[in-house]
């Protein structure tokens, strides 16, 4: 498909100030549902993560016990890289008066004074399960595996409610000091299954990479995308695994330079399919956007996103015309 630079220019843009509300809008609706649980946000006011994202948070605690919350936007709409198909405000609920951890082989919590925690994070999520449906009523929320659907209508906003551990990685301390570790967050699936995310060191990424690129890394990553819906409507069979994320994570990968030699869109586009295109041997080291996971963890993965790649180059072709 021919694209024009005015084309890319309009797939480039951010949505508009309407996110930074719906943003702000979604912390609130989780902290009002939390109230039910005698939680307080103690008068303060919801705070800027991160200065040019729409990563917000707010700090809890709970009134009849010593559990501290953080509610925090992450995901495409905190990194500023959502596209209008992307509706969904990703609210983690972090349970910062707990954390899980992990440690370097033959030490253990005690080496580091911390003791078994009594609170769970199955015991959370069902809190906040029950808050949101008693605020907005059973027909309006949805339980699935890993978060808490929030179904938006007139008066609020569709979102994704992820209710998590602080997690620790002590891996890499050699002196059992307790502020050494590499901190995120642990997600444990109604189905058992633990995952691991870095969404700060992903926020905070994402801005440093922006910088690097002038600013062109977050307009890319909204075009791509743009692109990937276009290639759906033209019946291209794109697998489930290339997601939102994963497509943010592959151009946090692409070379800064390969953003900044050419002004025109246009050309910005070629340079990093050419750059993906030639260097499918170092997807096995590719990272996701946080800097720390893996961004494949399987060869099925990353021959997915090979696909995606060279059926994307062949799909895109730019016309030099400027409007």
Known sequence: MKYRENDLKKMALPIGQTEETKCKNA??????????????????????????????????????????????????????????????VDVAVILESTFTSKYRKGVTRSDYGFFEGTDTLESLKD??????????GYQGVERHDKSIKVIGNTNRVDADVVPAYRYRDYSNDYDNSQSNYIGGIEIISDEGVHIINYPEQHIRNGIEKNKYTNYKFKQCVRIIKNMREDMINFGYDIPPEVSSFGLESLLWNVPSVEYIRYSYLRNTIDEILKYLSSNYYKFQVFKEANGIKALFIDDEKRQSYIKFVKELSAFYEYDNWES
Do not use: C, W
């Open 127 to 136: 809190d906040v399960e029950k808050a949101l449906k008693h605020y907005f």
């Open 27 to 88: 912390i609130r609706m989780v902290r009002d549902a939390m109230k039910q649980l005698n939680y307080t946000d103690d008068g303060k006011d919801i705070r800027s993560f991160e200065a040019d994202t729409y990563s917000y948070a707010l700090d809890l605690r709970q009134v009849i016990t010593d559990r501290k919350l953080t509610l925090l936007v992450q995901g495409s709409y905190a990194n500023k890289t959502n596209i209008p198909t992307e509706s969904d």
